[in-house]
């Protein structure tokens, strides 16, 4: 289940997060800053459709990232393969 669909507190979303997208992107925090996300996903945002503003990924998921190196967490330890 997602942190958005769950009914989890806005902290514990947000302590989440980051963990979400480095399940996604080992390289989440890098790619934050050197992706061309203005041409890859802010530039195929379906809100373009509607006349609005895309949703400025990048500095989503920069925020994301930079909070949680700053909380000293640490990323949980790697699953042993099945």
Known sequence: MSPASSNASPPA???ALPLRIL???ILGSSCARVCP????CEGA????RQNHKPI????????AMDAFH???EQLPKARPPP
């Open 70 to 72: 700053a909380s000293g």
């Open 45 to 48: 945002c379906v809100l373009h």
């Open 56 to 63: 400025q990924i990048a500095l989503l998921q920069r925020h």
């Open 23 to 25: 399940d996604a992107n």
């Open 37 to 40: 996300v203005d041409v890859l």
């Open 13 to 15: 979303i947000c302590a």
